[in-house]
């Protein structure tokens, strides 16, 4: 049996930590391939629903990227995904989902190492939690149906 990689949707913001992500990539330093990018304008826009239906639709983590507070594009929109995501992960936690699972990361257009260090962190952490619960319901009806 092949060892368990986690699938991770990354919503980023599209002025800091898309183009770190960029930057990243033109300064070849690689990082595991598990994060499936989302570019939004910004990390405000991140609408919880978004999240919810990520896991809904197996993604075993979800990592929101943005701007550094007080650098938002925006003024105040990472300010606004701070909150929604404080809401949100209490909200995952009443289903299952473990806040190691929801992250949120502050990452500046010029830190392309520090996003292949998230990258690289987040894998790991995943792979040492396993599939996501959710995962585990939906293959187990699978299994009982078919």
């Known amino acids: 049996m092949s ?4 699938q ?5 913001c599209n002025w800091c930590t898309f183009t770190a992500a960029d930057l990243a990539g033109t300064s070849r330093l690689s990082y595991p391939p598990n994060i499936k990018i989302i570019r939004m304008m910004c990390s405000g826009m991140v609408d919880p629903k978004y ?9 075993d983590g979800v990592l929101i ?19 929604r ?18 992250w949120l990361r502050w990452i500046a257009a010029s830190e392309g190492t520090m996003l292949r260090e998230v990258a690289s962190e987040m894998t790991d952490k ?11 319901k939906a293959l187990n009806t699978v299994n009982m149906a078919g």
């Open 51 to 59: 999240v919810i239906k990520s896991f809904l639709n197996g993604a």
């Open 3 to 6: 060892e368990f990689e986690p």
């Open 85 to 102: 995501v404080a809401m949100l992960t209490e909200i995952l936690k009443e289903y299952g989902i473990d806040e190691q699972r929801f």
């Open 65 to 83: 990227g943005g701007c550094w507070p007080g650098d938002c594009h925006y003024i105040n929109g990472n300010l606004k995904a701070r909150r």
């Open 8 to 12: 991770i949707v990354g919503f980023f």
């Open 126 to 136: 995943l792979k040492k939690l396993g599939p996501s619960p959710l995962n585990k």
